[in-house]
């Protein structure tokens, strides 16, 4: 009761005394490019959803995941530290249980955390601070092959119309968030005391396999067109993306792959805003939404065949950059835009200090509350770090900062790309003279605290470790936990 009492206090000085305790829900999709939302101008897919839920708070145009992969960003979000400060750089890397985390704060600050669906988290803590979690991951809770991805052609030539298991994992998801509010909603009409909920919904779309069901994959497959960008695989590559796009088999690919591909994604955008809208229109019928916060993003983005590149792990803006709305009535101004260059990172500290929940102990983000308060006027740094490892010696820092962008690639050369003048990056601008003092300004601030030798080491010792914990699991049949069953018949191309 203290810890509520002192939050009490804090949301009173913020908000004024007559305003309740604060709502939280966050929606956290997976591979979401933020190119790919109407709000964020695309003027094809179909997002009604999101871009109403802009239209009611701030849009973030600028910011980054702290990694292009999964596991390593949702693991870095969730304790708003860096892949390097919680050692967590792959898919089979396993976040320390005692790490707090988000959902750990909020919960110190008496707020009851649930989560209903994907978190992908490796190891024996499914729950890392959250009480409740109804629907889990459809994925193991233990390490397999996610680190080391085979060639990745026969994704993109199985591409159409059809359905994955992740868009039936997401129904579920949507069904048990709009249950949760439809409970609250009982409750309250029944007039019992309310507490303050903290609801975060794990979507699994609109990642790969590019599966979409039929009527929207035909809609979008008849009016897509192909990337902007598209890099001959020449010697004029940039080191690591020839190598990435040689290990992937992308030396070549067929424009009907690329545009099957590409429609599917686009299609499971619009079936993820779908359910979003579900969820949203929840919370308003149980007399929800003007007390709640609701914060949407994701891990990462998806490259969608521009640069002749699939899904994520580099640092061009399709993989790196992720989409933040954020709506809250009458404290976050409606319809407002924020340009400024952010972290995930820092939509952890925001929503902590909106619930006026403790920060955590080491986060490396800085809340943006007042910023966006202020629709992206006042003070603030606009840097943000995004980094990228692999047990092959692959060690990679991203420092974007005001206009550029810095990519530093370990035993390799750097590129630098004007992002504000060059969004879809076509002018490496690393060896231009002119761009000397930028190239040795943005290395420093990627090697400042960060040591990219032992970052390899200490990667290749996390990997042996999930190597052995793999075994194990697969020797003891380790249980499952808060594990959703995905079957086979649930994926299938027509």
Not at 97 to 110: I, R
Not at 405 to 417: A, G, M, S, V
Not at 462 to 481: L, V, Y
Request: include cysteine; charged fraction near 25%; aromatic fraction near 8%.
């Amino acid at each position: 009761m203290a810890a509520r009492r002192e939050r009490t206090e804090v949301a009173d000085s913020q908000q004024g005394a007559d305003r309740p305790q604060p709502n939280l829900l966050y929606i956290h999709s997976d591979q979401h490019n933020p190119a790919v939302t109407g709000c964020y101008g695309d003027s094809l897919v179909e997002t009604p959803h999101l871009d109403g839920l802009a239209a009611r708070g701030v849009r973030c145009t600028e910011v980054y995941c702290p990694s292009p992969v999964c596991v390593a960003s949702r693991m870095a979000m969730l304790a708003g530290q860096y892949p390097s400060d919680i050692e967590v750089w792959t898919n089979s890397h396993i976040l320390d249980p005692g790490v707090p985390t988000l959902a750990h704060a909020m919960g110190a600050a008496g707020y009851r955390p649930v989560l209903a669906g994907r978190m992908h988290a490796i190891g024996s803590d499914q729950l890392h601070g959250y009480a409740e979690r109804p629907i889990g991951d459809h994925s193991s809770n233990w390490p397999g092959s996610g680190d080391t991805p085979k060639k990745m052609t026969a994704k993109l030539e199985r591409a159409g119309a059809g359905q994955s298991s992740y868009e039936v994992h997401d129904d579920d998801v949507t069904a048990e968030a709009v249950h949760f509010l439809n409970r609250l909603g009982v409750g309250r009409r029944a007039g019992l005391a309310e507490d303050p909920f903290s609801l975060t919904v794990g979507l699994m779309l609109p990642h790969d396999p590019y599966l979409a069901r039929r009527q929207g994959y035909e809609w979008y497959r008849q009016r897509i067109g192909p990337p902007t960008v598209r890099d001959p695989f020449d010697n004029d590559l940039h080191p690591f993306i020839r190598w990435w796009r040689e290990r992937n088999g992308w030396q070549a690919v067929s424009d009907e792959w690329v545009l099957g591909a590409r429609a599917a994604y686009w299609a499971l955008v619009s079936a993820m805003d779908s359910m979003i809208g579900q969820i949203l229109q929840a919370l308003i019928d149980n007399g929800l939404a003007e007390n709640t916060l609701v914060v949407y993003s994701s891990d990462h983005g998806d490259q969608m065949g521009e640069h002749d590149l699939w899904m994520k792990r580099t640092f061009y803006e399709g993989s790196v950059r992720v989409p933040a709305i954020l709506a809250w009535p009458g404290v976050l101004p409606e319809g407002a835009v924020c340009g400024r260059g952010m972290s995930a990172l820092d939509l952890n500290a925001t929503m902590l200090e909106a619930l006026a929940a403790p920060a955590l102990p080491n986060s490396r983000g800085h809340s943006a509350l007042e910023l966006l308060r202020a629709e992206g006027e006042g003070e603030w740094e606009d840097v943000a770090l995004s980094e990228y490892a692999l047990k092959e010696g692959v060690v990679q820092r991203m420092v974007r900062k005001d206009e550029w962008k810095l990519i530093y690639h370990w035993k390799e050369r750097p590129q630098l790309f004007n992002v504000a003048e060059d969004r879809l990056e076509q002018t490496d601008r690393a060896e231009d003279p002119s761009c000397r003092g930028i190239v040795e300004e943005l290395t420093g601030r990627a090697l400042d605290g960060w040591d990219p030798e032992n970052v390899a080491q200490r990667l290749q010792e996390r990997c042996r470790e999930s190597e052995m914990i793999r075994d194990w699991a697969r020797q003891t049949k380790a249980p499952e936990q808060f594990r959703w069953e995905a079957q086979p018949e649930m994926t299938f191309k027509e």
